[in-house]
């Protein structure tokens, strides 16, 4: 072979590999797409290429009706008969192409920088899956279920209703009566005196202090809800009505000062009103399906292990259809290319399915494996971990394991937990080991639950305390974790001391 010779196979060459690595770049690209989804947004995936796709089957029962059409549709798109050629190119080049790992786009990744992500806790020793799941009941509907015990007119029931539709995820009414007023397209125009009637209504419907205006008619609508010889009941009205600012700075004596009652009064007021709830609307949820989690893996313990299982009811299920990869077989040439097209997609789904389940699998299992302790005693043994030790341990890039983790969510008797939260950067111990910041925030929280409540740690008594059990943070470290927690600080936290 001369030079020129060479030079053009050499350059033949460069062509076709860069034409390869053009046509597999989208099918990387949709890999890399569905490994990084969540379990719901996959199944939908799934089923939506189920419905379209005339190749792809539901591995177990009929398709639903609502995807009978599409595929109908799909299918007739189709020629029903012809002659039986032997195996076009298309189908054997798909067979026969190398599989290429997500790892391939790693470098064009971005990996997760998230620090804290959130757990879904559940002490409960053994739950069944379902019941972690939201309530489906929002504050809406269960005021309208109240609400179909009264009587009222047309007129009257319309302003009740577009008062309760206007409440907020906490219970309260935000939004200006004006603009009620015109939102309700009502003829004549309701009077003031007829939206205070609905209101009031509203705000007798379910828990006391829904409909309110401000966190001070909430907490002063559960305090008239109680029997009036509750003691302190009185006083408790009059400082959230008069003087609801120095309650949110502890000034107990300030407020025995200027409402001239006894500061022990005072202190038995306050407690009263740090029983109410401040979001009474809190606990009813507004359902959005894309909220929902449902956990990818269960973990269980398997003798002295714990161990990973992939949750079967979860993952979405296909198969190839074989009538019509038969019907392929024994299509006429010119109408092979569609044919090809859907066969080729059919089977790269079920690759990437079998390759997504097993990348997340083995994630999985390797989370547990580091994180044994955890699963027995809790937040306290959470190992600090980064995603680079689990990447390096399974062989992958850093970035397939950061997809692989994305909204996947693995369920145990300690509660529901995305992969992410069991990463989390090393603190250095005293003793030259190492913990993780989850460890160092459960141990704040632990003895913020356990101090005097008259005598409320402050953040560099937190500190101090954890040099003791050999952590060694700094106090704004401390006043950071702190505030992750959701604890306010020292002064925040102080409860006043009844006197006897």
Not at 78 to 90: D, F, Q, R, V
Not at 237 to 257: H, K, N, P, Q, T
Request: proline content about 6%; overall charge negative; some cysteine.
């Amino acid at each position: 072979m001369n030079p020129l010779q060479g030079d053009a196979v050499g350059q033949l060459i460069y062509e076709m590999r860069a034409k390869q690595q053009t046509t597999l770049t989208p099918r990387l690209q949709q890999s890399v797409r569905l490994l990084q989804m969540s379990t719901l947004d996959f199944s939908r995936e799934v089923a939506e290429a189920i419905s379209n796709n005339p190749f792809l089957d539901e591995e177990e029962g009929q398709p639903s009706e609502e995807s009978q059409p599409e595929r109908q549709e799909a299918r007739a798109a189709l020629p029903e008969e012809g002659a039986p050629p032997s195996e076009t190119a298309a189908s054997e080049e798909f067979d026969n192409t190398v599989t290429a790992d997500y790892d391939a786009a790693a470098e064009s990744a971005t990996s997760y920088s998230g620090d804290y992500p959130t757990a879904r806790n559940n002490d409960q020793p053994e739950t069944d899956i379902g019941q972690w799941a939201r309530s489906e009941t929002t504050l809406q509907e269960s005021l309208r279920r109240d609400l179909c015990s009264y009587h009222l007119d047309a007129r009257d029931r319309c302003l009740v209703e577009l008062i309760i539709e206007a409440l907020d995820d906490n219970g309260y009414l935000r939004i200006p009566m004006d603009e009620l007023v015109q939102s309700g397209q009502m003829d004549p125009m309701p009077a003031d005196g007829e939206w205070e009637m609905a209101l009031n209504l509203v705000q007798h419907l379910g828990s006391p202090g829904i409909g309110a205006r401000d966190l001070r008619e909430c907490l002063a609508l559960q305090l008239k809800a109680l029997a009036p010889d509750t003691p302190a009941r009185d006083l408790a009205l009059r400082i959230v009505e008069e003087a609801i600012e120095r309650l949110g700075r502890c000034d107990y004596a300030g407020l025995a000062r200027v409402l001239s009652a006894a500061e022990t009064d005072v202190n038995q007021a306050c407690l009263l009103i740090r029983g109410l709830e401040p979001r009474p609307g809190a606990h009813f949820s507004r359902v959005d399906p894309s909220c929902y989690v449902v956990p990818d893996v269960l973990v269980r313990k398997a003798g002295p292990d714990w161990v990973a299982i992939p949750n079967d009811v979860a993952t979405p299920r296909a198969r190839l259809n074989t009538a019509y990869t038969q019907l392929f077989r024994q299509t006429r040439y010119d109408d092979r290319p569609l044919m090809a097209q859907a066969l080729q997609e059919a089977r790269w789904l079920m690759r990437s399915l079998e390759q997504r389940n097993t990348t997340i699998a083995r994630v999985a299992q390797a989370i547990v494996a580091r994180q044994q302790t955890f699963f027995d005693y809790g937040d306290v043994a959470l190992r600090p971990m980064m995603l680079s030790e689990i990447a390096e341990e399974l062989g992958m890039h850093e970035s397939t394991v950061s997809r692989a983790t994305s909204n996947k969510y693995l369920a145990s008797p300690r509660g529901i937990f995305e992969f992410k939260y069991f990463f989390s950067r090393e603190l250095a111990t005293q003793s030259g080991g190492t913990c993780s910041a989850v460890a160092v925030r459960a141990l704040i929280q632990e003895m913020i639950e356990a101090e005097n409540p008259t005598e409320p740690l402050s953040d560099v008594m937190l500190a101090e305390r954890l040099a003791r059990e050999g952590v060694r943070v700094a106090r704004r470290t401390v006043s950071k974790y702190r505030a992750q927690i959701k604890y306010p600080p020292a002064e925040q936290r102080r409860r006043p001391v009844l006197m006897a």
